[in-house]
């Protein structure tokens, strides 16, 4: 299954000191000397939108270094993936397009890129069809990368937006927002039980689990995990369970599902995190079997991307784009909502 991961899981930091002994160049050159797999156009974009830097202050491409200079540039973090891209022509739900970017809503079960084990039937396979069909030329984030214009990514089983860059300028100035924390991303999930208090704050680092290598837990110690803050705040309580807000400052994998299982609300169906069981309920077989027909109609972590804000790389303005429950989401609820209107009619509700 496929890690959550918005922006330090695609993108990193790479230090770059200037030679004492280096003499007078322009940084465009020395940059694209010292990171061959990425071409000079792409580092003269990213000169020019903030995602390279020199002393921490943005210079223009014809700056001449200067010795003991710092340079800081925001690459793309390459991970192990099968050697070439298929383009497949697999249906897209493309809810916004410009010559800049694509904002594109991922039904659940849908991979984002390929990776060992898969390989095809990814969102980039179907984007990268879908951008030669339309005449584009895939947006490559390094020369022998395979992304084809991804900026962040969610899980398999999250349904949500995505934004797709379309071209060199667009993605370096969207990676610079991401990497930054000023893109405004909410999320919604059903998760077990009544979030205490109603509305606050997760600020707890969050690194992999010390036994269960394939999940991610929360640390007291600052020294441990890497820091992580998720703002909730519950929109709808029905007791056994609700429906919450999210908000994310950082993007760390699985950030949201970790964070509300450490605040004893997983989100529902969440295999991986405890939510695919009975957290908050009686053990009669009623209303296991209630609960069961919930699951049925949700058959997995019940946890959508629904909004995602920016400024748009081209016009320099913010925009914003939203989307509702996918209908998995909104069915359980429904069902949820009808099984606690009747207790709380009957006043048969645990107090």
């Known amino acids: 299954m496929e890690d959550e991961a918005d922006n330090e899981e695609l993108f990193e930091v790479q230090e770059i000191l200037v030679d004492p002994k280096q003499s007078p160049v322009r940084i465009d050159k020395f940059v694209t000397d010292k990171l061959p797999r990425v071409s000079r156009n792409r580092v003269q974009n990213g000169i020019r939108t903030g995602s390279i830097l020199v002393d921490g202050q943005q210079v223009k491409p014809n700056h001449k270094l200067s010795p003991g200079e710092l340079i800081t540039v925001i690459v793309p973090r390459h991970a192990d993936r099968p050697e070439g891209l298929v383009a497949e ?28 084990g898969n390989p095809s039937g990814t969102l980039v396979n179907a984007l990268a069809h879908y951008l030669r069909h339309e005449g584009d030329i895939p947006v490559l984030p390094g020369n022998d990368d395979d992304r084809v214009g991804l900026v962040h990514r969610i899980d398999k089983d999250t349904s949500g937006l995505l934004v797709i860059a ?3 300028e667009a993605m370096s100035h969207l990676a610079r927002q991401f990497f930054d924390h000023s893109i405004d991303r909410t999320y919604q999930a059903i998760v077990w039980g ?23 837990t929360v640390f007291d110690e600052e020294e441990a995990g890497k820091s992580a803050v998720t703002h909730y705040r519950t929109l709808e309580d029905l007791y056994y369970v609700s429906l919450c807000e999210l908000k ?4 760390r994998t699985h950030q949201i599902r970790v964070h509300m299982k450490s605040i004893g609300n997983p989100v529902f169906m969440d295999d991986k995190y405890g939510g695919n069981r009975i957290v908050k309920g009686t ?21 959508h991307a629904k909004s995602i804000g920016f400024i748009h ?21 429904e069902r949820w909502r009808t099984y606690v209107g009747h207790r709380r009619h009957n006043n048969l509700l645990e107090s």
């Open 194 to 216: 009544s979030p205490d208090p109603a509305e606050g704050t997760i600020d707890r680092n969050i690194g992999r689990h010390p036994r269960l290598r394939q999940n991610y």
């Open 166 to 168: 379309k071209t060199d």
């Open 89 to 116: 022509d697999i249906p897209l739900d493309v809810r916004y397009e410009d010559d800049a970017l694509m904002i594109v809503h991922k039904p659940p079960g849908m991979v984002v890129h390929p990776g060992v």
């Open 283 to 303: 053990v009669y077989s009623k209303y296991k079997t209630f609960v069961e027909r919930c699951m049925e109609l949700c058959p997995r972590q019940a946890l």
């Open 313 to 333: 790389p081209t016009t320099r303005k913010y925009v914003h784009f939203d989307s509702d429950l996918p209908q998995d989401m909104h069915d359980s609820l």
């Open 248 to 251: 994310l400052e950082t993007g």
